[in-house]
């Protein structure tokens, strides 16, 4: 995936030099089992590079693709008793997410089990290169399992 997001990238229209060259050094990070940075989500991806997605064995199939994700397993609310916990969780989703894309909205499922979070990307593209970086890795001793969800169910969510 790594090589093809390097070749779709750097082939972009408009794509400087220098982006070029940071997505090389990106793909080396990526090859080495680092996050992608911002900067990875910020060039072009062309349609084709999604047409990977929906294969992808990490992520749950039979969805349509959206620009909303639904995380689970990302907290145990049994386990979690500070004050304001939902939101600091909040916060550093936005942190860690959004340098796949620009995010639109976050919603903490605080008072339902399963450590759920409904994101929503301003592009499909962002809410995919965040599936694929979240979705199979453990956190927690918990491992993430990312799904997308229709405009609709995000929401019925963002507005409960």
Same mark, same amino acid.
């Given at each position: 995936m790594a090589s093809k997001l390097l070749n779709a990238q750097a082939n972009a229209p408009g794509a400087t030099q220098a982006q070029i060259d940071a997505l090389a050094e990106e793909a080396v990070n990526?090859?080495?089992?680092?996050?992608?940075?911002?900067?990875?989500?910020?060039?072009?991806?062309?349609?084709s590079l999604l047409d990977d997605i929906p294969n992808d064995?990490?992520?749950?199939?039979?969805?349509?693709?959206?620009?909303?994700?639904?995380v689970r397993n990302m907290y145990n609310k049994d386990e979690e008793s500070?004050?304001?916990?939902?939101?600091?969780? *909040?916060?550093?989703? +936005?942190e860690e997410s959004g340098k796949h894309g620009k995010i639109t909205s976050v919603v903490v499922m605080s008072k339902e089990v399963g450590g759920?979070?409904?994101a929503s990307f301003e592009s499909i593209?962002?809410?995919a290169a965040c599936a694929l970086n979240l979705s199979g890795r453990w956190f927690? *001793?918990?491992?993430? +399992?990312?799904?997308?969800?229709?405009?609709?169910?995000?929401?019925a969510v963002s507005t409960s």
């Open positions: 990526l090859a080495l089992g680092q996050p992608p940075s911002a900067m990875v989500a910020s060039l072009p991806l062309p349609a064995p990490k992520l749950v199939q039979g969805k349509e693709l959206t620009n909303h994700i639904l500070e004050e304001g916990w939902a939101e600091d969780i *909040k916060l550093d989703f +936005q759920k979070i409904y593209e962002g809410a927690d *001793k918990r491992q993430l +399992q990312v799904e997308f969800v229709s405009d609709a169910s995000f929401m």
